[in-house]
């Protein structure tokens, strides 16, 4: 079984620039979650959809984030513009049902 | 809001040795709690998801146990070994379908 897939790893840029992240769940997975890994921290929920509806979104800073799960398989998470406290690990994780999440690789976003 | 808490931070011990990860969490009002490893550059394994309704589960040389009522989990590892060295997070899932994580604790096995 193929897991959680997401790209790229590494990625850097300057303030105010823009940058997308993508991420393939596992098949079949409904659930794909956005996390935000600050380091020395634990993952931050953004965003959390069921098949392409989102369930919560309330942690995630809209007037310069976005994403979108257009067909209810793979997703993108937008920055716009980008912050120098925007530095961390992105990371998307997948479930089926039984809660259990499986993460991906997760992007490491470099803001300078 | 729901706050996790790990304690300690940072943990090294000798291979072989018997030892205890702790995790406490402020509302009791959880569906489940979930331990995970962390690999340095590396996403999040998923190790034991407890239910809320159940006390403990076990995976080979892990158990871990939930008291609800008093907001703590502990990860039990047998035996460490090197390869057990790693960052290990527990998360908890709120009434509010919100998983929300601990910071971690930093665990080095010494060969």
């Known amino acids: 079984e193929a897991g959680v897939a997401q790209s790229p790893r590494y990625k850097i840029i300057e303030k105010r620039q823009s940058v997308a992240f993508w991420c393939n769940p596992i098949?079949?997975?409904?659930?794909l979650y956005w996390y935000q890994q600050i380091l020395g921290q634990g993952p931050k929920l953004l965003i959390q959809?069921?098949?392409?509806?989102?369930?919560?979104d309330s942690q995630l800073p809209k007037d310069r984030f976005s994403a979108e799960r257009l067909k209810g398989v793979d997703s993108t998470l937008k920055i716009q513009p980008a912050k120098l406290e925007d530095s961390a690990v992105y990371l998307c994780?997948?479930?089926?049902?039984?809660?259990?999440?499986?993460f991906g690789p997760g992007t490491r976003l470099t803001v300078l | 809001k729901q706050e996790v808490t790990q304690i300690p931070a940072a943990l090294s011990v000798p291979e072989g040795e018997n030892l205890v990860l702790n995790c406490s969490f402020t509302?009791?009002?959880?569906?489940?709690l979930q331990w995970f490893r962390q690999d340095p550059g590396k996403g999040l394994t998923s190790l034991l998801l407890?239910?809320?309704?159940?006390r403990e589960q076990t995976s080979g040389r892990l158990n871990a146990s939930l008291d609800k009522s008093s907001g703590r989990s502990t990860l039990y590892i047998a035996a460490s070994q090197p390869g057990d060295s790693a960052t290990y997070l527990c998360a908890v899932k709120g009434a509010g379908n919100q998983f929300y994580f601990g910071t971690g604790t930093s665990l080095t096995v010494i060969p």
């Open positions: 959809f069921q098949n392409n509806g989102v369930v919560d």
């Open positions: 509302d009791s009002a959880i569906y489940n």
């Open positions: 098949s079949g997975h409904a659930t």
């Open positions: 994780a997948s479930s089926f049902s039984t809660d259990t999440q499986y």
């Open positions: 407890i239910q809320s309704s159940q």
